[in-house]
């Protein structure tokens, strides 16, 4: 019988069904960490209403010119650089908009540097070096304990940043500090203490929840289209192309004609091939709506349809 300790975090007990797992077989650890990452989908659904409700402060703060921060560390770090260092590229906004901080700096990336976790005022530092009024920060850790993490969080509150935390147990020191807490219970891993396992799938769900439907509403994706992508290699330049496709019905050849006229950005693209007009006319309505494409769109369709 598996004896769990009754001081331990769920995701530092040991699981029942793994407690032989140094005897199993290939095709059975392969089995069995199928059929446990399968239930980390439904330990996310049961925080929808927490992630949606920080996904709306995130918008909020976006929408008013703040920044996000995510702050972790170990596995929860490095989700949150890599979820930070994504969104750019695939939504065509500005560099420091997303954030990504980790205890013990850019070489804890690569490199596991384990007690960076334990020093809570590395976290203040890390927050009060950065942030600015209107800023949103989100503290990772699985455990929902790492003082590293717990410091950032209460040195956003003392600045007056909106704070959101991403955590693997129930009612964690994290959530206590924080004004929007998302918990994700999602039990012992098969290997003990392992968060890089489910918790860490777990966090980089809610974190792709979080930052892709923040992008969304702020007008960088138009129906499921990412329209803000920014063609920067071969295949992204092709990608931009379908973009133009897609939303407009174009062939291939009138929209790389329309693409290239555009210097490879499909929202001007889209916008001279869908209303008739110059490249100078969509840029400037893509400025008038602060690059919101939808917005842009129908300021588009409500001039034209007063003017016909």
């Known amino acids: 019988m598996v004896q769990q300790e009754k001081n331990q975090t769920v995701t530092e007990q ?17 089995t069995l960490m199928n059929e446990e990452d399968q239930t980390v989908a439904h330990s996310v659904s049961g ?7 920080a996904a709306e402060a995130v918008v909020e703060a976006m929408t008013l010119g703040g920044r996000l921060f995510y702050i972790g560390a170990g596995t929860s770090g490095r989700l949150g650089v890599l979820d930070a260092s994504e969104c750019p590229p695939t939504f065509g906004v500005e560099p420091d908009l997303f954030n990504g901080l980790i205890a013990g700096g850019e070489k804890a990336i690569r490199a596991a540097i384990e007690n960076a976790e334990d020093d809570e005022e590395a976290g203040v530092r890390a927050i009060a070096d950065v942030a600015r009024a209107g800023d949103i920060v989100v503290g990772i850790t ?20 909106a704070t959101v935390g991403i955590s693997c147990n129930r009612d964690t020191p994290l959530s206590a500090v924080v004004k929007y807490p998302i918990e994700v219970p999602v039990g012992p891993e098969i290997i003990t203490g392992s968060t890089r396992l489910k918790a860490g799938t777990a966090q980089k769900m809610v974190l792709n929840m979080l930052s892709s439907t923040a992008m969304i509403q702020m007008g960088k994706v ?8 920014q063609a920067t290699n071969k295949k992204l330049r092709e990608r931009t192309i379908r973009i133009i496709e897609e939303a407009t019905g174009a062939d291939e050849e009138t929209a790389r004609r329309y693409g290239n006229e555009a210097e490879g950005d499909a929202r001007v693209a889209i916008l001279m091939l869908m209303f008739k007009v110059s490249r100078q006319k969509a840029s400037d309505t893509l400025v008038q709506v602060r690059n919101h494409f939808g917005n842009a769109v129908k300021q588009l369709e409500q001039s034209q349809g007063s003017s016909s």
């Open 14 to 30: 040991r699981n029942a069904k793994s407690h032989q797992l140094d005897r199993l077989s290939v095709r059975e650890i392969v």
């Open 47 to 53: 925080a929808i209403p927490q992630i949606s409700n």
């Open 142 to 161: 699985a455990s929902g304990t790492a003082p590293y993490v717990i410091g950032a969080m209460r040195e956003a509150n003392r600045l007056g940043l």
């Open 222 to 229: 138009y129906g499921n289209l990412m329209v803000n992508v």
